[in-house]
């Protein structure tokens, strides 16, 4: 069984930058579609971005097109969300997951989660 942890989050400035990581015990992380997903105050838990097992297809929510990268490192059992240009709307907790889905775009494709980390993005 996976276990996911999430750090890297914080308080961060309109325009700024911060990367997330994901950290997964098991050995089986590489078997999976890794994404990241947000919950804002107030709003239902949303799909920010994921990469299939092997790391070739990423996709990404339209809101976060061009501004985000996800990445992963099988090797390190590792992934990563680097976000630029950040902007208010996109304070939540971010929550890293994986799915058994290869093009898992909603909350319910996923069924291991990590326990989230703030993103603070001050106007």
């Known amino acids: 069984q996976v276990q996911l942890a999430e750090s890297g989050g914080g308080l961060v400035q309109a325009g700024g930058s911060l990367t997330l990581s994901c950290a997964a015990s098991?050995?089986?992380?590489?078997?999976?579609?890794l994404g990241w997903l947000r919950q804002a105050p107030g709003k239902e838990r949303e799909f920010v971005a994921a990469?299939?097992?092997?790391?070739?297809?990423?996709y990404y929510a339209e809101s976060v097109k061009g501004r985000f990268t996800i990445s992963r490192d099988n090797a390190k059992s590792t992934g990563y969300l680097q976000m630029n240009s950040l902007k208010p709307e996109d304070t939540a907790v971010y929550y890293c997951?994986?799915?058994?889905?290869?093009?898992?775009?909603?909350?319910?494709?996923?069924?291991?989660w990590g326990l989230g980390t703030q993103v603070t993005v001050s106007s």
């Open positions: 098991g050995r089986t992380f590489s078997t999976y579609t």
């Open positions: 997951a994986v799915s058994r889905t290869v093009v898992a775009r909603t909350s319910s494709d996923y069924n291991i």
């Open positions: 990469i299939t097992s092997s790391g070739t297809i990423t």
